[in-house]
């Protein structure tokens, strides 16, 4: 969990077990690894239409639901057309 503490007030990405991808700003955590963003965007990825981007706002999510957590350099994030990238959407996780 302390390894977290370094995230905090950086530009995050995270993968959840249901596929979804979440980009955002670490507000903070706690001891059961919830995470709190702020300033969060969901990514959806198609084959057809691209990399689309929803925004979430202040957003929770439960730590039981995070495969991945990395943090985002952001001028390169700034520098990619996400609207050219195509790619299948992330398949959820069944165990």
Known sequence: MSSLQGYVDRRVLLILQDGRVIVGTMAGFDQKSNVVLSDSKERTFSEDDGVQEV???????????????????????????LASIRAEPIASIHY
């Open 55 to 81: 925004p979430l706002g202040l957003y929770l999510v439960k730590g039981d639901q995070i495969v991945l957590i990395g943090e985002i350099d952001e001028a390169i994030d700034s520098s990619i057309d």
